[in-house]
């Protein structure tokens, strides 16, 4: 929470002279500012806790260029308002707590809150356990009358949680004033406004004092409207506006002149020094007359400003004069004297400017140079602050003449034909310059061509009498080069290629460099072919560091066999004779680089040896006669075509779309969720993996594959253990040797799993295979195609629209999950849509209830509603992704009054939606 300086008395009659004004003329509009969790008087701690400055980002429920937005970004960044959960509650009624606390806040009195201090309220004055200190405070000033607040009422509501009346603040603000008396004398005289006899009759000598002040001229119809609440946009305006005539200062804000400016950038002069502010995408940016935003473009270096900020982050940013503060001197340069003295003609006279490190020296271009490089005789223009006596130079330009300088920058662009370049330079600016045959261009000491620059480089360059005299590229742009691989190092740290010119060079390899190899799925640097005479053709890329990021290996005539017999396999030479599927022999060689897989963890060349017995079957690649890969069979996966009992054969059909057929004798069958799988449970079209015995030449057991959507419960991050429920039926297995993927496909691991996620998972067997995250769409149905290719539109709780294509596969049903017909669909529907285990789309239309609501259990997460009848439910689960709203306005739980009429859209009883009538 900021804390505040105040530079005199807080009660101050300009501004409460400007609050009254605006609270009484404005009849509408909203703003935020407290405690959203203000009805809760039970838990203050988590009141306090949830409560945020939105000085860092954006209101979600406070559009871009809503009427108020100005005034609530203002206050929230001074620390004024207050916030929750990144809302602002734009349309709430401000209620009397909510209102002393903004009124302390903003006279600059909260450091005089202690909100540990033990604090007794008169009976009648109930406020939620975070306001009481500052209630307290403002009895203590006076700024409340203790007798009449404490008065009884028939009002339902608590003290602190009724709406704050346009009489009320009257009556608080002229105290505030110090004008007590003045309403004492004025207490028996009616006001001139046409509802005079709604006024209460203890606040007539209020009103009738700020009339007499001149801080009220009512509102539409000469009315004052005394029971008329306030909204908190209105009020969050009233105190913005209010400020252009209070005395107090806030230590986050400060006024003064921008002295440099830059897009992430922002030195401000403020009482003789400057300080620097952050900008960033949070940024907001106003000027002082208008209500509209304007851009980080439209800030001008050497207009005054007013900033906002937490420490060096600004967050608001408001021009409050437009006019540079700047006077210039135009003439001819003509030296440089010791201490920084810069002498210029001008009007045949002399004149001498004393500069400093803050003075910005800047060629034509804009760009920054050296007062050094300036040349005698260069006609410039020296722009002189306004804001101090001393009249400091902080721009000189040069208008005209000779351009001598060092500089760093960034090519845009390169123009051999005419010989011109574009730099931006260090400080963001575009210079553009000409060379000569003379230009000397060079990179990690080697000597370039102009034409071999690339857009991007980093480079230092020097420009003699308006030309370029040297480029020197300091970082590199990513680049790409051929040849032929000629050895991979040691540890895998570089390898070595010739390229197509003939030279051998030597580069670093990136640390996870990318290798792409035709038929190989996850090639590794393992998979490469280097070789003196016979190495791969590859292409490679460089990094700005000049370090290998890709490998592509191009042209690689690279054999595959699936299936192959091995006839022969000599483990001294490492030869391997094998039969392919056409009895066809060839021989191939293993080596340390040729990947293998079998039953092991850690595979080696000794420990396949035994595998590749004569009439074993693997499944090989190599080039020419070298192996690259090589896998021996250890199960088959596919899909059964047949299953003979007779003669105990099984036919199935592979991915490749290749049919074969295995003896088998008394398998084992596992099937996930029976204790015992046998082979009634082995049907035509049943997806399995046929796991092999020792030698290959029979099914020794089947995995029957399964694919079942669970909800998850819970994760044991550190065993990979998942807890999941179906059909009400809890059961837990682990993940560690799953393939987990997210809605997407792409990869994910267990730290990225969280309970409440659908998950279609595959088991082989009883196995969990592989796990996907289920993507659920919630959301009302705009449009309903039931034609021949029938769809939905659904317009989701985020705002987008999404369009689902439904086939003869797909489900429709309500809530209690009985089948329902796209002729059961209609726009306004509340939707939820997923995909099965299967993969099929579900549509599920959630059940509607028209209820009026009670209150809001925050701790089990419920919502009461009050019975109709004796037998009703009258409370529900609250799913916490619940879209809770009043039109298209996104509303808190904590927003919901007592009566308000509300419709209820539930999936499997729990509330995905609220919609508040």
């Given at each position: 929470?900021?804390?505040?300086?105040?530079?005199?008395?807080?009660?101050?009659?300009?501004?409460?002279?400007?609050?009254?004004?605006?609270?009484?003329?404005?009849?509408?509009?909203?703003?935020?500012?407290?405690?959203?969790?203000?009805?809760?008087?039970?838990?203050?701690?988590?009141?306090?806790?949830?409560?945020?400055?939105?000085?860092?980002?954006?209101?979600?429920?406070?559009?871009?260029?809503?009427?108020?937005?100005?005034?609530?970004?203002?206050?929230?960044?001074?620390?004024?308002?207050?916030?929750?959960?990144?809302?602002?509650?734009?349309?709430?009624?401000?209620?009397?707590?909510?209102?002393?606390?903004?009124?302390?806040?903003?006279?600059?009195?909260?450091?005089?809150?202690?909100?540990?201090?033990?604090?007794?309220?008169?009976?009648?004055?109930?406020?939620?356990?975070?306001?009481?200190?500052?209630?307290?405070?403002?009895?203590?000033?006076?700024?409340?009358?203790?007798?009449?607040?404490?008065?009884?009422?028939?009002?339902?509501?608590?003290?602190?949680?009724?709406?704050?009346?346009?009489?009320?603040?009257?009556?608080?603000?002229?105290?505030?004033?110090?004008?007590?008396?003045?309403?004492?004398?004025?207490?028996?005289?009616?006001?001139?406004?046409?509802?005079?006899?709604?006024?209460?009759?203890?606040?007539?000598?209020?009103?009738?004092?700020?009339?007499?002040?001149?801080?009220?001229?009512?509102?539409?119809?000469?009315?004052?409207?005394?029971?008329?609440?306030?909204?908190?946009?209105?009020?969050?305006?009233?105190?913005?506006?209010?400020?252009?005539?209070?005395?107090?200062?806030?230590?986050?804000?400060?006024?003064?002149?921008?002295?440099?400016?830059?897009?992430?950038?922002?030195?401000?002069?403020?009482?003789?020094?400057i300080r620097t502010y952050v900008l960033d995408n949070a940024t907001m940016y106003f000027t002082k007359d208008s209500e509209s935003k304007i851009s980080f473009a439209d800030l001008k270096p050497y207009t005054k400003v007013m900033v906002i900020g937490s420490g060096s982050n600004a967050a608001?940013?408001?021009?409050?004069?437009?006019?540079?503060?700047?006077?210039?001197?135009?003439?001819?340069?003509?030296?440089?004297?010791?201490?920084?003295?810069?002498?210029?003609?001008?009007?045949?006279?002399?004149?001498?400017?004393?500069?400093?490190?803050?003075?910005?020296?800047?060629?034509?271009?804009?760009?920054?140079?050296?007062?050094?490089?300036?040349?005698?005789?260069?006609?410039?223009?020296?722009?002189?602050?306004?804001?101090?006596?001393?009249?400091?130079?902080?721009?000189?330009?040069?208008?005209?003449?000779?351009?001598?300088?060092?500089?760093?920058?960034?090519?845009?662009?390169?123009?051999?034909?005419?010989?011109?370049?574009?730099?931006?330079?260090?400080?963001?600016?575009?210079?553009?310059?000409?060379?000569?045959?003379?230009?000397?261009?060079?990179?990690?000491?080697?000597?370039?061509?102009?034409?071999?620059?690339?857009?991007?480089?980093?480079?230092?360059?020097?420009?003699?009498?308006?030309?370029?005299?040297?480029?020197?590229?300091?970082?590199?742009?990513?680049?790409?080069?051929?040849?032929?691989?000629?050895?991979?190092?040691?540890?895998?740290?570089?390898?070595?290629?010739?390229?197509?010119?003939?030279?051998?060079?030597?580069?670093?390899?990136?640390?996870?460099?990318?290798?792409?190899?035709?038929?190989?799925?996850?090639?590794?640097?393992?998979?490469?072919?280097?070789?003196?005479?016979?190495?791969?053709?590859?292409?490679?890329?460089?990094?700005?560091?000049?370090?290998?990021?890709?490998?592509?290996?191009?042209?690689?005539?690279?054999?595959?066999?699936?299936?192959?017999?091995?006839?022969?396999?000599?483990?001294?030479?490492?030869?391997?004779?094998?039969?392919?599927?056409?009895?066809?022999?060839?021989?191939?060689?293993?080596?340390?680089?040729?990947?293998?897989?079998?039953?092991?963890?850690?595979?080696?060349?000794?420990?396949?040896?035994?595998?590749?017995?004569?009439?074993?079957?693997?499944?090989?690649?190599?080039?020419?006669?070298?192996?690259?890969?090589?896998?021996?069979?250890?199960?088959?996966?596919?899909?059964?075509?047949?299953?003979?009992?007779?003669?105990?054969?099984?036919?199935?059909?592979?991915?490749?779309?290749?049919?074969?057929?295995?003896?088998?004798?008394?398998?084992?069958?596992?099937?996930?969720?029976?204790?015992?799988?046998?082979?009634?449970?082995?049907?035509?079209?049943?997806?399995?993996?046929?796991?092999?015995?020792?030698?290959?030449?029979?099914?020794?057991?089947?995995?029957?594959?399964?694919?079942?959507?669970?909800?998850?419960?819970?994760?044991?991050?550190?065993?990979?253990?998942?807890?999941?429920?179906?059909?009400?039926?809890?059961?837990?297995?682990?993940?560690?040797?799953?393939?987990?993927?997210?809605?997407?496909?792409?990869?994910?691991?267990?730290?990225?799993?969280?309970?409440?996620?659908?998950?279609?998972?595959?088991?082989?067997?009883?196995?969990?295979?592989?796990?996907?995250?289920?993507?659920?769409?919630?959301?009302?149905?705009?449009?309903?195609?039931?034609?021949?290719?029938?769809?939905?539109?659904?317009?989701?709780?985020?705002?987008?629209?999404?369009?689902?294509?439904?086939?003869?596969?797909?489900?429709?049903?309500?809530?209690?999950?009985?089948?329902?017909?796209?002729?059961?669909?209609?726009?306004?529907?509340?939707?939820?849509?997923?995909?099965?285990?299967?993969?099929?789309?579900?549509?599920?239309?959630?059940?509607?209830?028209?209820?009026?609501?009670?209150?809001?259990?925050?701790?089990?997460?419920?919502?009461?509603?009050?019975?109709?009848?004796?037998?009703?439910?009258?409370?529900?689960?609250?799913?916490?992704?619940?879209?809770?709203?009043?039109?298209?306005?996104?509303?808190?739980?904590?927003?919901?009054?007592?009566?308000?009429?509300?419709?209820?859209?539930?999936?499997?009883?729990?509330?995905?939606?609220?919609?508040?009538?």
């Amino acid at each position: 929470m900021a804390t505040r300086r105040i530079n005199s008395s807080s009660h101050s009659k300009k501004v409460v002279s400007a609050v009254i004004a605006g609270l009484m003329v404005m009849g509408s509009g909203t703003a935020a500012f407290a405690d959203n969790a203000a009805g809760n008087t039970t838990n203050n701690t988590s009141s306090a806790t949830n409560q945020t400055v939105a000085a860092n980002g954006l209101f979600k429920d406070v559009k871009s260029g809503y009427w108020a937005e100005k005034h609530i970004y203002k206050l929230a960044s001074q620390g004024i308002l207050l916030g929750n959960n990144g809302l602002f509650r734009p349309n709430d009624n401000v209620t009397q707590q909510e209102a002393v606390t903004m009124a302390i806040r903003f006279a600059g009195l909260e450091g005089k809150v202690d909100p540990n201090a033990s604090v007794v309220l008169p009976s009648n004055m109930q406020v939620n356990n975070y306001f009481k200190p500052y209630v307290a405070l403002a009895i203590q000033q006076n700024l409340l009358d203790k007798t009449s607040e404490n008065a009884a009422s028939d009002s339902k509501q608590t003290w602190g949680e009724r709406k704050a009346s346009r009489e009320w603040i009257t009556e608080i603000l002229i105290r505030a004033l110090g004008k007590e008396s003045d309403a004492s004398a004025l207490a028996s005289k009616a006001t001139s406004f046409a509802d005079n006899g709604k006024i209460s009759a203890g606040k007539r000598g209020f009103v009738n004092a700020a009339l007499e002040l001149g801080l009220t001229n009512g509102i539409e119809g000469n009315r004052f409207d005394p029971q008329g609440s306030v909204t908190r946009a209105q009020l969050a305006t009233f105190f913005s506006r209010a400020e252009a005539y209070s005395s107090v200062r806030y230590a986050n804000s400060a006024e003064g002149v921008v002295t440099g400016l830059s897009s992430n950038k922002l030195d401000l002069y403020v009482d003789g020094s400057i300080r620097t502010y952050v900008l960033d995408n949070a940024t907001m940016y106003f000027t002082k007359d208008s209500e509209s935003k304007i851009s980080f473009a439209d800030l001008k270096p050497y207009t005054k400003v007013m900033v906002i900020g937490s420490g060096s982050n600004a967050a608001y940013v408001e021009v409050t004069d437009a006019k540079e503060q700047l006077e210039s001197v135009e003439g001819t340069f003509q030296k440089l004297s010791p201490g920084n003295i810069l002498w210029v003609e001008t009007n045949s006279t002399f004149k001498q400017f004393t500069y400093d490190a803050g003075t910005a020296f800047l060629d034509q271009n804009g760009a920054k140079i050296d007062p050094s490089t300036l040349a005698v005789g260069s006609k410039i223009v020296v722009h002189q602050e306004t804001f101090t006596s001393e009249k400091k130079p902080v721009i000189v330009q040069v208008k005209s003449g000779v351009v001598n300088k060092n500089g760093t920058g960034t090519l845009q662009s390169v123009d051999t034909a005419t010989k011109s370049l574009v730099i931006k330079n260090a400080s963001g600016d575009l210079e553009s310059y000409t060379w000569d045959d003379s230009l000397v261009v060079k990179y990690q000491n080697q000597l370039l061509s102009p034409s071999e620059l690339k857009n991007g480089a980093v480079i230092k360059y020097t420009v003699k009498n308006n030309l370029l005299e040297t480029v020197e590229v300091t970082q590199g742009v990513e680049r790409t080069i051929r040849g032929s691989l000629y050895e991979v190092g040691t540890n895998n740290a570089t390898i070595t290629y010739k390229r197509e010119g003939g030279q051998l060079e030597v580069k670093l390899l990136a640390e996870k460099p990318e290798i792409v190899i035709s038929g190989i799925a996850a090639p590794t640097l393992n998979d490469l072919n280097a070789d003196q005479t016979n190495g791969d053709q590859v292409e490679i890329t460089l990094d700005p560091q000049d370090q290998v990021t890709k490998i592509q290996v191009l042209n690689r005539q690279m054999e595959q066999k699936k299936g192959a017999t091995v006839v022969q396999y000599e483990p001294k030479s490492r030869v391997l004779t094998l039969l392919d599927a056409n009895k066809k022999p060839y021989v191939v060689t293993l080596d340390e680089k040729t990947k293998l897989s079998y039953n092991a963890a850690s595979p080696t060349l000794e420990g396949i040896a035994p595998y590749l017995t004569n009439g074993r079957k693997v499944n090989i690649t190599y080039l020419t006669n070298r192996a690259l890969s090589i896998e021996v069979i250890l199960q088959y996966e596919g899909k059964v075509t047949s299953l003979d009992l007779t003669n105990k054969k099984l036919t199935l059909v592979g991915a490749d779309g290749q049919n074969m057929t295995l003896p088998f004798n008394n398998p084992t069958v596992s099937v996930y969720g029976k204790s015992n799988g046998s082979l009634s449970d082995v049907k035509v079209g049943t997806a399995i993996a046929a796991v092999l015995n020792v030698t290959q030449d029979a099914i020794q057991s089947i995995q029957v594959k399964s694919n079942v959507q669970f909800e998850l419960l819970s994760v044991d991050y550190s065993n990979s253990r998942l807890t999941v429920k179906k059909d009400g039926v809890t059961s837990q297995f682990y993940v560690d040797k799953s393939v987990l993927t997210d809605e997407n496909g792409q990869a994910i691991t267990v730290q990225d799993l969280r309970a409440g996620q659908l998950l279609n998972v595959t088991f082989n067997g009883i196995d969990p295979a592989s796990a996907q995250l289920v993507k659920l769409t919630n959301g009302e149905v705009t449009a309903v195609n039931s034609s021949a290719s029938p769809s939905i539109t659904v317009k989701t709780y985020g705002g987008s629209t999404e369009t689902f294509k439904l086939d003869s596969s797909s489900k429709i049903v309500n809530d209690a999950g009985s089948a329902l017909s796209i002729t059961n669909v209609a726009a306004g529907n509340r939707v939820e849509v997923r995909k099965d285990a299967d993969g099929n789309s579900v549509v599920k239309v959630l059940s509607v209830s028209n209820q009026i609501f009670w209150k809001y259990d925050s701790y089990a997460k419920e919502i009461y509603v009050k019975r109709q009848n004796v037998n009703d439910t009258n409370h529900f689960a609250l799913s916490p992704a619940a879209y809770i709203h009043q039109g298209d306005t996104t509303l808190t739980v904590q927003s919901l009054k007592e009566n308000d009429n509300i419709v209820l859209y539930l999936s499997n009883g729990t509330i995905v939606e609220i919609q508040k009538q």
